[in-house]
């Protein structure tokens, strides 16, 4: 059974920094893309951040040029580099992958992390 398992969730300040991580384990042929979602109180889950196999990536505007997301396939994991951080950045963070498994290497289906919460308050 593929699974997916996310941690650095936490409380920051301002201005602070966190960096989430997420592993793929199971018997996993390929993953294809790969990205972070977060939902907010009262809030619809909305992308983050996304990243392709090839490292192409594409981030929403409200945490441009603040978040990275990167990969290591070798690891099958997928990073979330979160600086500056606002209190508008507050919500659980949910990971997602593109996954062939091996029971079935040319299909794709998504898995989806358990959430992380990420607090930024002073």
């Known amino acids: 059974q593929v699974q997916l398992v996310e941690s650095g969730g936490g409380l920051e300040q301002p201005g602070g920094s966190l960096r989430l991580s997420c592993a793929a384990s199971g018997r996993i042929f390929s993953i294809d893309a790969m990205g972070w979602y977060r939902q907010a109180p009262g809030k619809q889950r909305e992308l983050v951040a996304s990243?392709?196999?090839?490292?192409?990536?594409n981030y929403a505007d409200s945490v441009k040029g603040r978040f990275t997301i990167s990969r290591d396939n070798a690891k099958n994991t997928v990073y979330l580099q979160m600086n500056s951080l606002k209190p508008e950045d507050t919500a659980v963070y949910y990971c997602?992958?593109?996954?062939?498994?091996?029971?079935?290497?040319?299909?794709?289906?998504?898995?989806w992390g358990q959430g992380t919460q990420v607090t930024v308050s002073s």
């Open positions: 990243i392709t196999s090839g490292g192409s990536t």
């Open positions: 997602n992958a593109d996954i062939r498994p091996w029971v079935t290497p040319t299909l794709t289906r998504a898995y």
